[in-house]
């Protein structure tokens, strides 16, 4: 079993930084891919980014290249996401997820057996 928390959500005008962690507990939290997936009001859940167990090989969503960091410390059970230049189409809650995707699932969402709550992300323009 492995539970996902985030943090690091809040308000930031456009332009501005965040960076979200997401702590998860469970010896095992080394071997699964992370991602990170959003949603905002009346829009269905999209990709934004993903991480291998190992770290070496991540995944992003055109929307964010360039501009987001998803990266992972296996020692601290921690994966987090740097956010940079926001803009205000980035507010949504974001969730992060733990699992075994494949790399055809990985961005549609499927083959995370774990999901987070949530944490909000507002950023005004």
């Known amino acids: 079993q492995v539970q996902l928390v985030e943090s690091g959500g809040g308000l930031v005008q456009a332009g501005g930084s965040l960076r979200l962690s997401c702590a998860a507990s469970g010896r095992t939290f080394s071997s699964y891919a992370m991602g990170w997936f959003r949603q905002a009001p009346g829009k269905e859940r999209e990709f934004v980014a993903a991480i291998l167990w190992s770290g070496g090989r991540t995944y992003y969503a055109d929307s964010v290249k360039g501009r987001f960091t998803i990266s992972r410390d296996n020692a601290k059970n921690t994966v987090y996401l740097q956010m940079n230049s926001l803009k205000p189409e980035d507010t949504a809650v974001y969730y992060c997820?733990?699992?075994?995707?494949?790399?055809?699932?990985?961005?549609?969402?499927?083959?995370?057996?774990?999901w987070g709550q949530g944490t909000q992300v507002t950023v005004s323009s």
């Open positions: 997820a733990a699992g075994y995707p494949t790399s055809v699932t990985m961005m549609r969402g499927r083959g995370y057996g774990y």
